[in-house]
């Protein structure tokens, strides 16, 4: 069966001054894929995500999402098409309901603009209501308690329910593919197991979708994931099965040094 | 049982709404300095009160919410009221009137200032110079053309919008503090080129601006036996209800929520999809719109303004009444005009001194409170909505 | 006029106006590196600093000195000004500045913009006949009694006095470059300008530093005051709102953060101001206006100034 690729790039440079962050980055995502991407602290996994969602305008090479050249495009211009992403931080508004930091995910999808909310306060309910029904049924599927704290303040939460907010607010547009950065950053190995079946969640909710993430922790990386890409000094150094990439010697080499038997270190 | 708590709550609101607004007339009426150091002991006492008794005062509280249409009704109908009630209670009626009066036209510029700033985060340090444009533009075109108030009006809310524009957009690409530093700057400009430019009186001002004529009714009559001061009134509380409509609606929606989260976290933002640029450049428009509205009204109430009517002083009010209130709250922002626009006048012991304490005002508001007086309260954007849970 | 002694004089005049706003914009550069706030109390502060000169010299009884102990007292005077200053700065600055500067970089705008307002309003109505102009008495004339009192070259007339000016504030600068670059303090302040988590692990202490820095800021101001009250003759309360505005917008145009940036930009800005005030019609008067829009321009094209400040955001 031949696999329909959503997303690639064409040889991505991206240039800091005189520092390559990212040089020669050949990717490819393929439909209905969990994707993911290891390198080592500064290898330019981040970089990569804020090149193809916008944050950085590549200093060469491009890109194509669905067949369209999205290069040197802003943000907002690119997750309209159909992406959505999480944050290394998790970045939420504290002050801000859970289910206003789940409902501007919604944004480009909503029809209301300043006339409605003007005048047809009707229509804007009826919709702020169709949202706030797929938002409770996210909420659901990750944890049921949140359901009841949709008008609490997230900064109240614990860390990982902004996470499943940060999430939600990422599935609730029914993106064709979202990017999760570092998700597991910042959990314990308890939180994160939970992480690693809220994905697995994120994927039977969303069956069309494609998922990449970029990861530290092996362990996620391992369970979760179809195929994985990584990366060192910014540029492409393995591609495969997780099995196959962490048995790769370049890899080991990135992540341990030369000389170094690690055969134990990937086990997952 | 459940008709008697109806009526129960209803009766609650009533009471309290009275209580405060027959006690705002005997402010109004007593002259000396002591009822204001009355009130505040009374506040203090209030404040202890409600730390001991909380299940009354929440009690209190949840009354207006579940009758808030309720109560916001009964002050409507009490602030039309105002002018004829307070002729009865208090002697200097007709200058509370004209306080009263430009609280609220500060109240409508503080809404526009508060749209940008506290529910957008753009920081716009000229304000006053916005309020000066749409005086300006209604002055020039009441004195020079003969335009009437119904053309006059909106136009000056246009320019100060048309003006906003053509300064903000160039200057978009500046980061938050530099953005501020800019529209500090134009501030200072502004009010440097009105002083010496002589079509628009330099330093001297316009004068004799025509007074407001409505479809032929002429603003300077005195209505009911009253003062023309009463015709002002009741069209500043007409904008102003219509402002906070209007605010009210836009923050209890997509917008509100989208500009919130641009205030918050504009990267964020960007990232699900929302063109930053474009909101902010929508926010500047609307909230200059009412800033200018604010200064157009003024001129014609006053028929003379001048330059030191819009300086960096008075942009710095109008921040303070945002930041005093709390950013981003309606009420708040009213709260905030009233507090600092009519209790000073009580003070006229002190009005050498008013300018420091607003200075003062400021530093101390950021320091120990910045998020200001009124708490915050979720968006919740219709009960019917928040219910079903 | 020749040209030639048209352009030397718009020149000269611009000189004498940078310095003071290079000092002014040099604290301003060093809040903003050390504390992460936009000072706009600074402004008041410099005046503050002409008034207290001025009452100094009133009560040191200048005028009635004579020979050397006349130039010990005025040596005494800028000393005592720009210590008094100082003290001042690094007062404000733990009362009202260090507590706002944690948050966002528009909130000690604001707060610091009440603060100078409150400074002024307070000069205003404390200081005996505090809201009329003063007159600044003038120091540098009895230096030259019996001598012509000015030169003249191509044209222009140049008066000791201002040369003299002229001296200090290179003098000042060089100092003050020396110090920043060269000694084991002003390396303190520089770490502390760039990282100061870092520094704080690298054992300076922070808190002093900052003292320090608002210290040297403010005497600096005080500094910039007397040379402008000496050059104008004339000082009121409200005159620091516009140097204020001015030291500023000199900061970010030579890049904020950066001292010889905030040099050049001092001097960029009164020079903008001296041409437009010599070849435009009525450009006295419309001088500020000019050198705003300049520096608007620069905000608009290249924020991080003439030198360069680093600007990034991370995602």
């Known amino acids: 069966m031949e696999k329909k690729t959503i997303l690639y790039t064409e040889d991505i440079e991206m240039r800091f001054g005189g520092l390559y962050a990212l040089k020669n980055v050949n990717i490819k995502i393929y ?128 860390f990982i329910d902004r996470r499943r907010v940060e999430i939600s607010r990422a599935m609730i547009s029914e993106p064709k593919l979202i990017l999760l950065d570092e998700p597991s950053a910042g959990m314990n190995a308890d939180e994160t197991k939970e992480l690693m079946d809220d994905i697995g969640k994120v994927r039977s909710e969303m069956k069309n979708a494609t998922i990449f993430i970029i990861e530290h922790d092996m362990k996620v990386i391992g369970t979760v994931t179809e195929r994985v890409y990584a990366l060192n000094f910014g540029q492409v150094i393995a591609e495969g099965t997780y099995k196959e990439v962490s048995n790769n010697i370049d890899v080991k080499e990135a992540y341990f040094g030369k000389e170094l038997d690690n055969e134990n270190r990937f086990a997952a | 049982m459940m008709k008697k708590n109806r009526f129960f709550d209803k009766f609650i609101v009533a009471l309290v709404e009275l209580i405060v607004y027959f006690y705002i007339m005997i402010f109004f009426r007593v002259e000396s300095v002591w009822i204001l150091i009355i009130t505040v002991i009374l506040l203090g006492v209030i404040f202890y009160l409600s730390k001991k008794f909380k299940k009354t005062f929440e009690l209190i509280n949840d009354s207006f919410t579940k009758n808030s249409k309720f109560a916001t009704f009964l002050i409507v109908i009490l602030m039309i009221a105002f002018p004829f009630v307070s002729k009865l209670i208090v002697p200097l009626y007709i200058y509370w009137l004209l306080i009263t009066i430009q609280t609220f036209i500060f109240a409508i510029v503080a809404l526009g200032l508060n749209f940008q700033a506290g529910t957008t985060g753009v920081m716009n340090l000229s304000s006053a110079a916005f309020y000066g444009v749409g005086a300006y533009t209604a002055g020039y075109l009441a004195l020079h053309y003969k335009l009437p108030a119904i053309l006059t009006i909106p136009l000056g809310g246009i320019a100060a919008s048309i003006f906003g524009l053509l300064l903000f957009i160039p200057i978009f690409r500046a980061r938050g503090q530099y953005f501020a530093l800019i529209t500090l700057a134009f501030g200072y400009m502004f009010v440097l080129s009105l002083n010496n430019l002589n079509f628009v009186g330099g330093p001297q ?118 930041l005093l209130g709390g950013s981003d709250n309606i009420i708040g922002v009213l709260v905030g005009a009233f507090i600092l626009v009519l209790i000073p006048e009580k003070l006229r012991v002190i009005t050498e001194y008013r300018v420091m304490l607003y200075g003062l005002l400021i530093v101390l508001i950021l320091i120990f409170r910045p998020k200001g007086l009124i708490p915050f309260k979720e968006r919740i954007y219709d009960k019917v909505i928040a219910k079903e849970n | 006029m020749s040209g030639f ?90 009362l009202a500045v260090k507590p706002v500067s944690k948050g966002p970089v528009t909130m000690s705008l604001l707060a610091t913009l009440g603060l100078g307002i409150a400074i002024r309003e307070a000069v205003r109505l404390f200081y005996p006949r505090g809201g009329e102009s003063k007159k600044f008495p003038e120091l540098f004339h009895k230096l030259f009694e019996g001598t012509k009192g000015a030169f003249e070259f191509s044209g222009v007339i140049f008066r000791y006095e201002n040369i003299l000016f002229l001296i200090i504030g290179v003098a000042v600068v060089l100092i003050l470059a020396f110090f920043i670059n060269k000694t084991k303090m002003g390396l303190a302040i520089r770490a502390v300008a760039q990282d100061a988590e870092c520094a704080l692990m690298m054992g300076v202490n922070k808190d002093f530093i900052i003292d320090l820095t608002f210290f040297i800021g403010s005497a600096l101001a005080a500094l910039a005051a007397i040379l402008y009250g000496l050059y104008y003759n004339t000082i009121v309360f409200d005159m620091g709102a516009l140097m204020g505005v001015i030291g500023l917008s000199a900061a970010v145009v030579g890049g904020l953060g950066n001292i010889y940036g905030a040099i050049i930009g001092g001097f960029v800005f009164s020079l903008t101001e001296a041409l437009s005030a010599a070849l435009i019609p009525r450009g006295s008067e419309f001088m500020d206006v000019v050198a705003f829009a300049v520096v608007i321009l620069f905000l608009i094209f290249r924020p991080s100034g003439i030198l360069g400040e680093k600007v990034f955001e991370r995602v």
């Open chain 3, 5 to 94: 002694a048209v352009i030397l004089q718009i020149l000269f005049n611009g000189i004498m106006l940078g310095i003071q706003y290079s000092m002014i914009a040099v604290g301003f550069t060093l809040f903003r590196g050390v504390l992460n706030v936009l000072n706009f109390s600074h402004g008041d502060v410099f005046m503050v600093g002409a008034f207290i000169s001025m009452t100094l010299m009133g009560a040191f009884g200048v005028m009635s000195a004579a020979g050397l102990s006349y130039i010990g007292l005025i040596i005494v005077i800028f000393i005592l000004s720009m210590i008094l200053l100082g003290i001042i700065g690094v007062i404000f600055e733990r």
């Open chain 1, 31 to 158: 439909e209905n894929e969990i994707l993911g991407m290891i390198g080592p602290n500064g290898s330019g996994k981040t970089t990569f995500f804020n090149v193809i969602t916008g944050f950085y305008k590549p200093t060469g090479g491009n890109f194509y999402f669905l067949g369209e050249r999205l290069t040197g495009k802003e943000p907002y211009d690119i997750m309209i098409r159909g992406l959505s992403r999480t944050y290394q931080t998790s970045r939420v508004c504290f002050d801000l309901t859970v289910l206003d930091n789940i409902l501007i995910g919604t944004h480009f999808v909503q029809k209301s603009r300043y006339f409605d909310a003007l005048f047809n306060r009707k229509k804007l309910y009826k919709e702020i209501e169709y949202y706030k029904e797929k938002a409770v049924h996210l909420l659901k599927i990750f944890n049921p308690d949140l359901v009841n704290k949709l008008f609490v303040r997230v900064g109240s939460l614990p």
């Open chain 2, 205 to 322: 001002g316009l004068k004799n601006i025509p007074p407001i004529n409505l479809f032929g009714y002429n603003f300077q009559k005195a209505p009911f036996g009253t003062h023309f001061y009463v015709n002002y009134y009741y069209l500043v509380l007409i904008i102003l209800l219509i402002a906070l409509l209007i605010f009210q609606r836009l923050y209890n929606s997509w917008i509100g929520l989208t500009l919130n989260y641009i205030r918050d976290d504009e990267p964020a933002a960007k990232g699900c999809g929302v063109s930053t640029n474009k909101w902010k450049l929508m926010t500047l428009l609307i909230g200059n719109f009412f800033m200018g509205i604010g200064g157009a009204i003024y001129a014609h109430m006053i028929g003379f303004i001048s330059p030191p009517n819009f300086t960096l002083t008075i942009s710095l009010l109008i921040i303070s009444i945002v």
